[in-house]
Nanobody, 126 residues
């Protein structure tokens, strides 16, 4: 079992930055694929970013490429999402997810992940 807890959400003006963290307990993250997804009110949960092989392979959704950076700190067993140049359309609840790496073939799919956190809210005002 893996327990995931997100932190770092908040309110920011457009153009600003936030750094989200996902802290894991129960297993070391080095053997897991990790992802960030987000869900805005009335919309489906969408893929934001993911990494595999201890961060050597990264993936990004088209809407965040060039603005967001995903990383992992194996020593601290945490994953981060650095979000720059935030836009109002980035407003959503952000969730981290984890799955054993050998089972995650398409890290952009929600169904690839076994474990989810409760989410942290990000609000970007114009």
């Amino acid at each position: 079992q893996v327990q995931l807890v997100e932190s770092g959400g908040g309110s920011v003006q457009a153009g600003g930055s936030l750094r989200l963290s996902c802290t894991a307990s129960g297993r070391t993250l080095s053997s897991y694929a990790m992802g960030w997804f987000r869900q805005a009110p009335g919309k489906e949960r969408e893929f934001v970013a993911a990494l595999k092989r201890s961060g050597r392979n990264t993936y990004y959704g088209d809407s965040v490429k060039g603005r967001f950076t995903i990383s992992i700190d194996n020593a601290e067993n945490t994953m981060q999402l650095q979000m720059n140049s935030l836009k109002p359309e980035d407003t959503a609840r952000y969730y981290c997810a984890a799955g054993p790496e050998y089972t995650v073939y398409d890290p952009w799919r929600r169904s690839a992940y076994d474990y989810w956190g409760q989410g942290t809210l990000v609000t970007v005002s114009s």
